[in-house]
Every structure is written in structure tokens, then in C-alpha cells.
């Protein structure tokens, strides 16, 4: 499986961005997606996850309420809007696949995400 990030880019405060992220070879049913991110000097951190049934979604507190992860199931795309953008959003994001259908509470664990992409980065000035 591959995933290939895109759609990054500079945005001022306030202004919006969507990320997508075509996955190719493989088929999904349930399995969980998600997007985490890394701002420079930090950890990568737990963005926004779903099933690709898209019967649950889950976002971190930071993001809940300005980003919508979603996904396209006949152009196998994984999308993340991302509106009223903050200086603190800056940062490499990441989309990822997990092999599994994970229970709410592991969908942000990076631990149960197999197959990653590539990073797009994403710079929000004040």
C-alpha cells in the first residue's frame, strides 16, 4: 500500500487548506485512516482519524470544530479541511492507514498505523 500526501502550502491566520491523500494498492472495508502531524523540535501528534466506513471520526481538542477529515470510497482519497487556521497548525502533516477497524480509543495511537505517506507541510503565519 501507498499513501501520497499533498495540498500543503502557506496560509495567513484565519485562512483555510485541504489535504488529501490518495491510497493505492489495497482495498478497504473498516480499516482506521488518519492524519497526524509534526511541527519542528516536537513530537508527531494525533491530528484526525476515522473508519473508512466513516462510522466514527475522532479529533484532537486542538482541531475539533475547524478540521473535517473525510474520505472519497470511488477515488480511494482520504481528505482533511482544515479552516480558521492557526500558527500552531504549522507543522509536516501525515496521512495513515492501519491494517485494522480500531475501537475509538486506539484511533490516535501511532502504534496501530502500518503504512504511512510521504508529509505535507503546512505554514500558517500570524
Known amino acids: 500500500v501507498q499513501l501520497q500526501a499533498s495540498g500543503g502550502g502557506l496560509v495567513q491566520t484565519g485562512g483555510s487548506l485541504r489535504l488529501s491523500c490518495e491510497i493505492s494498492?489495497?482495498?478497504?472495508?473498516?480499516?482506521?485512516i488518519g492524519w497526524f502531524r509534526q511541527a519542528s523540535g516536537q513530537d508527531r501528534e494525533f491530528v484526525a482519524a476515522?473508519?473508512?466506513?466513516?462510522?466514527?471520526?475522532r479529533y484532537a481538542d486542538s482541531v475539533r470544530g475547524r478540521f473535517t477529515i473525510s474520505r472519497d470510497k470511488a477515488k480511494n482519497t482520504l481528505y482533511l479541511q482544515m479552516n480558521n487556521l492557526k500558527p500552531e497548525d504549522t507543522a509536516v502533516y501525515y496521512c495513515?492507514?492501519?491494517?485494522?477497524?480500531?475501537?475509538?480509543?486506539?484511533?490516535?495511537?501511532?502504534?496501530?498505523?502500518?503504512?504511512w505517506g510521504q508529509g505535507t507541510l503546512v505554514t500558517v503565519s500570524s
Open positions: 476515522m473508519r473508512w466506513s466513516a462510522s466514527t471520526t
Open positions: 495513515a492507514q492501519s491494517e485494522r477497524s480500531l475501537i475509538f480509543s486506539s484511533l490516535p495511537d501511532q502504534s496501530y498505523y502500518q503504512a
Open positions: 494498492g489495497r482495498t478497504f472495508s473498516n480499516e482506521a
